[in-house]
């Protein structure tokens, strides 16, 4: 019976996982969290880091990304005893804002239509 009340008293929620691409699902809160990491750091590898990714996965990601879109998303130069750089292109930056205002119109437009189907009746 415990269970049961728990249940009842747990409002229901969705979840959903937003992405662009042509082909390969490539670009996705993932990548776009990273490309974000990257514009505050200025770095790949720190952008990996603070997402507890191994730099190798990032550079993959970007790399699939940017071979699905057709676009470069980023741009990097190596360093020498200062380490390198990398920022997003100008293109990136474009494709990443866009991303995330069709993210948020897209998770309004799905709130308003779970709560219509979803939400509580005595609200």
Not at 24 to 38: K, Q, Y
Not at 42 to 68: F, P, T, V
Not at 78 to 107: D, H, W
Request: glycine share 10%.
């Amino acid at each position: 019976m415990a269970d049961e009340d728990k249940t009842v008293q747990q409002e229901l929620r969705y979840d959903m996982r937003l992405r662009v691409s042509r082909t390969d699902h490539a670009f996705g809160p993932g990548v776009a969290e990273l490309m974000e990491h990257i514009e505050e750091t200025g770095s790949l590898s720190r952008g990996c880091k603070c997402m507890q990714m191994a730099y190798s996965k990032g550079w993959k990601i970007l790399k699939r990304a940017e071979e699905d879109l057709g676009i470069s998303l980023v741009q990097g130069n190596r360093g020498g005893s200062s380490g390198g750089q990398t920022v997003l292109t100008r293109e990136g930056k474009e494709f990443l804002e866009k991303y995330r205002s069709f993210e948020k119109e897209v998770r309004a437009s799905a709130s308003v239509s779970f709560q219509k189907w979803f939400g509580r009746e005595d609200k």
